[in-house]
């Protein structure tokens, strides 16, 4: 069945670093656009970052600059590095597969920015 499976939340202090990872299994990864999204308590699930099957990549506006979204078809794997870690990028970050009419979602993994 299809799992996407992140890993690489925790705590971590402002101005530092995180690298999530999303594994995934269950179907063909190297055609599917690839992507983050995070949700913070009480707010909306906004879109972080993603990156096309060709490899494009696209970022919201927020963290354009301080994030970087890749991919290794290899290893059916995305990742999302993320440096200068704010107070408000805390949040549970998904990752989401989308073809077509088909699309997925992780279970999520919790990153929390405090001192």
């Known amino acids: 069945q299809v799992q996407l499976v992140e890993s690489g939340g925790g705590l971590v202090q402002p101005g530092g670093s995180l690298r999530l990872s999303c594994a995934a299994s269950g179907f063909i990864f190297d055609i599917y656009a690839m992507a983050w999204y995070r949700q913070a308590p009480g707010e909306e699930r906004e879109f972080v970052a993603a990156i096309t099957s060709g490899g494009s990549t696209n970022y919201g506006a927020s963290v354009k600059g301080r994030f970087t979204i890749a991919r290794d078809n290899t290893k059916n794997t995305v990742y999302l590095q993320m440096n200068t870690l704010k107070p408000e990028d805390t949040a549970v970050y998904y990752c989401?597969?989308?073809?077509?009419?088909?699309?997925?979602w992780g279970q999520g993994t919790q990153v929390t920015v405090s001192s």
């Open positions: 989401r597969a989308d073809y077509e009419l088909h699309h997925y």
